[in-house]
């Protein structure tokens, strides 16, 4: 009698079995999934603002030397001046800086110095450091003794702020412009040092009478379409990260058209640039930034505020649904609802609520049996909203749009039932339909 052979069960073999099969399902399913382009909901304006070199002309006067020699302040650079003060003088020979210890009140002169110097220091730009380096040498000479004589002395001739540094655009007119002068690249007013020597007619230093001051830059027929309604605009200045306020005006020279704008403080913050880089604030709405491909119009049912009614185990929103049975009898159930938004519809039906279509059908019969109030199910509206897809499928999300261009859009936050940031959204809506399971590729999300 032939026997046939038992086989032997491993266990061992049977999970792997099991998991071998899984394994290929998964592949299976993977690869026949719906793939969609995400994009991750970042913050932000609409689009970037202009930025652009600019020049600074102020209300300002060159003192000259009257003779030859080694120039001596007795101010510190940048600081106010009333008239009569003394600002200067000349020596026939360099005078050795006595030193001598420091009180409280100079030590504070310094700290402060150094830490005007520090707030906007930019390693990009090291060359700063020798300006705070001026800086402070101004200071210790102005509390330092000198000894020698000087042969000629400066007093300011009006209130104003001093400056020890000069170049030849301080009394340059606004028709003189050319393009070819805002193409000069890390131009700085150049500045003078104690004990450095000075010919006659040489600059000594500037003196600033008005905290009114302007910046100028060449602008395109497309930069002056965008700003021409802007009669008042913030610049910020990328030096230091500062805004300012001020009037816009355009003026051409020649084919060129140029921006003014006149400025009426923070002038002493950029005494010592001729030129500076800005950034012309002109995108001043800022929202959740999303493309407008992934925007999608949804309709809903809109039933009337007066319906709603508390139920359920949890006492959540909802409304009664009149129900007949077979056999005739009629009977109200709950239907818990999410209220997207809400509306006033008509002085007739009055304020409405936006709910889901899936909730009801056309034709079915609200009741508030408190207040014996009927309404049948009939009137709809739309709300644009997104696919939100955090739980992997496809999830409407409302949105109020507040600003769009032919590629994004400004979305208002907070919004209830609505998205938030860094939340991943269909790139493209017409790609998915509402509660497809969906795989995305997390590409392009920030830009």
Same mark, same amino acid.
């Given at each position: ?349 009055? *304020?409405?609520?936006?709910? @889901?279509? +899936?909730?009801? &059908? #056309?034709?079915?019969? !609200?009741?508030? =049996? ?52 860094? *939340?991943?959204?269909?790139? @493209?809506? +017409?790609?998915? &339909? #509402?509660?497809?399971? !969906?795989?995305? =590729? ?6």
């Amino acid at each position: 009698m032939n026997r046939r052979p038992r086989i032997h069960m491993n266990i061992g073999t049977v999970i792997f079995g099991a998991l071998f099969i899984y394994l290929v399902v998964t592949f299976v399913m993977f690869i026949t999934r719906s793939h969609v382009d995400s994009y991750q909901v970042v913050y932000g304006p609409l689009t970037g603002n202009d930025t652009c070199i600019a020049m600074v002309l102020r209300n300002e006067d060159v003192i000259c030397s009257s003779s030859s020699g080694y120039v001596n302040y007795f101010l510190p650079n940048n600081s106010k001046a009333v008239k009569g003060k003394l600002v200067c003088g000349i020596t026939d020979s360099a005078v050795p800086v006595q030193s001598k210890e420091l009180t409280q009140a100079e030590m504070k002169d310094l700290r402060k110095a150094a830490y005007e110097k520090s707030k906007g220091f930019d390693t990009n730009h090291f060359d700063e450091v020798y300006d705070m380096q001026y800086d402070l040498m101004g200071v210790l000479w102005n509390v330092s003794e000198i000894s020698g004589q000087s042969s000629s002395y400066y007093v300011s001739s009006r209130d104003g702020i001093i400056s020890f540094s000069a170049d030849n655009y301080s009394y340059m007119n606004e028709r003189e412009f050319n393009t070819s002068l805002f193409q000069t690249a890390n131009f700085s007013i150049p500045k003078l040092q104690n004990q450095d020597y000075v010919k006659t007619g040489d600059p000594l230093y500037r003196i600033i009478n008005s905290e009114e001051w302007a910046i100028y830059f060449p602008i395109t027929d497309k930069q002056t379409i965008r700003l021409a309604s802007e009669g008042r605009i913030r610049v910020k200045f990328l030096k230091d990260g500062n805004t300012e306020t001020g009037s816009l005006s355009f003026f051409y020279v020649g084919d060129q058209r140029y921006g003014k704008i006149t400025l009426y403080s923070g002038m002493i913050r950029y005494i010592d640039d001729r030129f500076v880089d800005v950034e012309l604030v002109t995108n001043t709405e800022v929202g959740l930034k999303i493309p407008v491909s992934s925007i999608v119009s949804k309709e809903f049912y809109l039933i009337p505020e007066s319906l709603l009614v508390e139920g359920g185990e949890d006492s959540n929103p909802g409304f009664y649904r009149q129900v007949t049975d077979r056999d005739g009898n009629t009977t109200l159930e709950f239907v818990e609802c999410t209220l997207y938004s809400s509306a006033h519809l008509s002085d007739e039906v009055g *304020d409405v609520y936006y709910v @889901d279509k +899936s909730n009801f &059908r #056309e034709g079915d019969v !609200l009741v508030n =049996r408190f207040e014996r109030i009927r309404y049948t199910v009939k009137e709809t509206g739309t709300l644009n909203g997104v696919y939100s897809i955090n739980k992997g499928y496809a999830l409407f999300r409302k949105i109020n749009v507040l600003d769009q261009n032919d590629e994004y859009a400004i979305v208002e936050t907070n919004t209830r039932y609505g998205i938030t940031l860094y *939340d991943y959204i269909v790139r @493209d809506a +017409s790609s998915v &339909r #509402e509660e497809s399971i !969906l795989y995305s =590729r997390h590409s392009n999300v920030n830009e």
